[in-house]
């Protein structure tokens, strides 16, 4: 692989010119070619120098997956900016916490999500001890987008050329409850995109059908990054409706199509998809979270002919880490996640070993290479006990190395649960549930689901009525992200525990499950 020392704007500005009139991004309305996204572009940073944002300061950008928050992203990042990205389902105290995190100084907002009302979180923003010095709405419609991009045709913005210094902060769940601002170079982020897009083989005469949110690394290096190095045409899609993703293959005969675990199941287990053509799909990663073999199989069966390529990473790590590799056999892509991509490496540890696990014996996977991340954002004592001594971050993930190379996930040293490709921290969860329910002992995990993966359960020591969940239930929507809010909440006179007095979260675990699927029926959900 060609390791490339370039800036995102730098390359953006490169296939500008090398492919100016090459149609890039497709929305709703209409088409943007290269030229049009420079020119909007250099409109954009044009304004943001005018309000006095430069190298170096943070800017937020909330929304859904738009034409606007890609214009923005570029901007931002072109003239040196850090991109502070933000999940479009934080609420106003999870964003309020990020922004105190990253000093945040200026934000740019889409129009509301679902229930989440952007203006009125950016109003509460400005206030006088706030880092936050302007709130900018960012959407506009294909037709003025289209006149700002003539406007453009006379401006030049000469990108920032500092390919190590921090492109974007992308915030993900800790063991420790609240997010942590991951922060990213120019430099991990390319090359990460470029070699998923060589592993894949995508090119200019593809389109991709993007659903996967921008926010998260998949969307920015798997399709945002990888497109400017690839030079397919990206057909944007805010619905993750199967419906809506099977007449979209239909109607712009899309060839790639990356996606998370539960966005393929609920497409496979869609009673109405055969009813759409989506042969033209030959190309795609899937990665987020962990698949059943079997699982993976029938969604390869699903498509005519698709090289679905299983892959592993996290956000800390650009995100990709391992991929299958196109002439793998379908046995290897259903039951591992690949080999390491050029310039990374991989090992697994027991805990406290002081040296790497043989192969075929399970342990914590670590990864050293240019795509780890520089650190967690004004958190040095999380950043120093997520690495190790001689420099391998500790992904808290298990898993295990085969003869052939491959790795293979087996689960998770960290406590985290992973709902629809979202990180979910348990504590984050407990300490919510505490502030209604006091001394009561609380305990949150996840447990299996046929196409999310994971759903969350709470588990509360005591005596509760209906009522008393519903309490829960309303003090959690004011206080946490919608997806993060538990679906089934159990009281329990005596919790299992072990011998030190400890609540034994296996036992536990293998009881609720067993209620959920209905082997007892003395469990009640939400």
Not at 272 to 287: F, L, P, T
Not at 419 to 441: D, H, L, Q, T
Not at 499 to 518: H, M, Q, Y
Request: hydrophobic content about 35%.
């Amino acid at each position: 692989m060609r390791f490339i020392e370039k800036t995102i704007g730098q390359v953006l500005d490169m296939r500008a010119e090398c492919t100016p009139n090459k149609p890039a991004l497709v929305v709703e309305d209409g088409i943007y070619t290269w030229k049009d996204i420079r020119n909007i572009v250099n409109c954009i940073c044009g304004e943001m120098l005018e309000m006095g944002i430069k190298k170096g300061d943070h800017v937020g950008i909330i929304g859904i997956n738009s034409d606007s928050w890609i214009f923005h992203y570029f901007a931002a990042v072109k003239l040196g900016a850090v991109a502070v990205l933000f999940n479009t389902r934080f609420t106003r105290a999870e964003i309020e916490r990020c922004v105190a995190l990253t000093e945040l100084r200026h934000f740019y907002y889409s129009r509301n999500f679902e229930d989440i009302r952007y203006e009125d979180i950016m109003e509460q923003l400005l206030y006088p001890k706030s880092t936050v010095r302007s709130c900018c709405f960012m959407e506009k419609t294909y037709e003025q987008w289209q006149t700002i991009a003539k406007e453009g045709e006379s401006i030049d913005i000469k990108p920032s050329e500092d390919y190590r210094a921090t492109a974007s902060i992308l915030f993900t769940s800790g063991t420790t409850g609240n997010s942590k601002g991951v922060q990213l170079t120019h430099y991990s982020l390319m090359n990460n995109a470029i070699a998923m897009a060589e592993n894949m083989g995508w090119n200019e005469d593809d389109r991709m059908l993007t659903t996967v949110p921008l926010f998260h690394t998949f969307g920015i290096t798997g399709c945002i990054l990888a497109m400017l190095h690839s030079c397919y045409g990206m057909l944007l899609l805010q619905s993750t409706r199967s419906i809506d993703i099977f007449n979209a293959i239909q109607k712009h005969k899309c060839t790639i199509m990356n996606g998370v675990p539960t966005m393929f199941l609920a497409m496979l287990r869609n009673e109405h998809r055969k009813e759409y053509d989506i042969s033209s799909v030959r190309s795609g990663i899937i990665a987020g979270s962990q698949i059943f073999p079997q699982d993976y199989l029938d969604i390869c069966d699903m498509f005519d002919g698709i090289e679905l390529q299983p892959s592993y990473g996290q956000t800390e790590t650009s995100p990709c880490v391992t991929i299958c590799r196109p002439d793998d056999s379908p046995d290897i892509k259903a039951n591992t996640v690949g080999r390491p991509i050029p310039g990374v490496e991989i090992r697994t540890m027991k805990k406290g070993a002081d040296k790497p696990c043989g192969i075929n014996v399970e342990g914590e996977i670590q990864v050293r290479g240019y795509n780890v991340m520089e650190g967690y954002v004004a958190n040095p004592e999380e950043t120093k006990n997520v690495f190790t001594d001689d420099g391998w971050l500790k992904t808290g993930d298990l898993g295990y190395i085969r003869e052939d190379g491959n790795l293979v996930v087996t689960g998770r040293f960290k406590n985290l649960i992973i709902r629809g490709g979202e990180n979910i921290s348990p504590v984050e969860i407990e300490r919510a549930i505490k502030e209604v329910i006091g001394k009561a002992e609380v305990k949150v995990f996840g447990v299996p689901t046929i196409v999310l993966q994971e759903e969350i359960v709470a588990c509360i020591e005591g005596k509760g009525s209906e009522d008393d969940k519903q309490k829960i239930i309303d003090h959690l929507k004011g206080r946490i992200s919608g997806y993060k809010i538990p679906k089934y909440i159990f009281f329990i006179e005596d919790m299992p525990r072990n011998s030190t007095g400890k609540i034994n979260e296996k036992f536990l675990k293998n009881k609720i499950i067993a209620d959920i699927n209905g082997e007892t029926r003395k469990g009640r959900t939400r």
